[in-house]
């Protein structure tokens, strides 16, 4: 016997809910505040969308604090746009493979603040 597969809960836009969590990440927070908005079942989208908006403001908020940093500031700037391509990517593979992959402390206040939409 085989045990049962479960995959993530169905999502009320008609699409694939694993396409639509890989779509949260896609667009940034313009695409993560789109399916927060229209998403009214899958806690699954909820989740990918909120973590999608939250790390893509921190990423933001770090980049114009590194920016006022002279030169070291610009340096690390410079790291951190590969570093934060590979996260996006290895986000937007995570959730087309159906896994609710949190981040540490943002995954989990994300979680938190998707079970309120």
């Not at 410079?78 to 570093?83: G, K, R």
């Amino acid at each position: 016997m085989q045990a049962p597969l479960f995959g993530p809960d169905p999502s009320s836009t008609g699409i694939d809910p694993k396409i639509v969590g890989l779509l949260c990440y896609l667009g940034s927070f313009v695409t993560g505040i789109l399916f927060l908005v229209l998403e009214k079942r899958s806690n699954f989208v909820k989740f990918h969308a909120m973590q999608s908006i939250l790390v893509s403001v921190v990423l933001v908020v770090i980049n114009i604090v590194l920016g006022f940093i002279p030169f070291i500031g610009w340096l690390l700037g410079i790291l951190l746009a590969p570093l934060s391509f590979i996260l996006w990517v290895a986000l937007m593979l995570l959730a087309l493979q159906g896994k609710r992959f949190k981040l540490p402390v943002i995954g989990d206040y994300a979680e938190q603040q998707a079970s309120k939409f």
